[in-house]
């Protein structure tokens, strides 16, 4: 009987101390997913090659700057799937980034 008892108040002296922890780990989830929810969105027929490279998941200074060239060339964008036309971007690039993207 002992040993039981030895068992329980040794369960019980782990686990307590931690159940602040994980009432203060509910708390601060909804924070996280506030600050997740957040999208900065830029401008592709006004932004630099820099702000494009910074703004857009997949997209280096490379691939910014010959969205850049490609604006210049033909004009502003229509649509976002118009930077399907741009040399190295594809459909799941432009798919990844559409919440991001103004016209």
Do not use: W
């Not at 060239?69 to 964008?77: C, K, M, S, T």
């Amino acid at each position: 009987m002992q040993i039981k008892t030895k068992i329980v108040t040794l369960f019980l002296s782990l686990c307590l101390p931690t159940l602040p922890l994980l009432a203060n780990a509910e708390e601060t989830a909804p924070a996280a997913q506030v600050e997740e929810g957040i999208v900065i969105t830029v401008n592709i027929n006004t932004a630099s090659a820099e702000e494009l490279a910074t703004l857009l998941k997949g997209i280096g200074l490379k691939k910014a700057q010959a969205i850049v060239d490609y604006r210049e060339a033909n004009g502003p964008f229509t649509h976002i799937d118009d930077l399907t036309n741009v040399k190295g971007i594809g459909e799941a690039t432009v798919r990844n980034n559409a919440a991001r993207i103004l016209l």
